[in-house]
């Protein structure tokens, strides 16, 4: 089974989701970030169907989930989840 290695700044940003969705509904929380954690599987398998981003660096690629986007370097067996960031923020600030 592919495996998806997750960046302490990925972990960060996964708890920083779930802590603002939270505020309104944890229940809501939970369900996004197991959505997300299904969509980080699937890239984990077919890490193809991302977009290929070398303006960010080496080997990066990303792929949209609702207002996030998921931020990921292909392995022999699976992914480096590297970042995930809202649709809003200025990807230039972090890369």
Known sequence: MPQCITSPEAERDLLEIWLFV?????I???RFIDKLNEK???LAEFSDI???RPELGKDIQ???VDRYVLFY???NNGI???R???VSRDISQVF
């Open 22 to 26: 939270a505020e309104d509904s944890p």
């Open 28 to 30: 809501n929380a939970d």
């Open 40 to 42: 980080v599987q699937r």
């Open 50 to 52: 991302g977009v290929n």
């Open 62 to 64: 990303s792929f949209v």
């Open 73 to 75: 370097r292909s392995l």
């Open 80 to 82: 480096e989840l590297i």
């Open 84 to 86: 995930v960031l809202s």
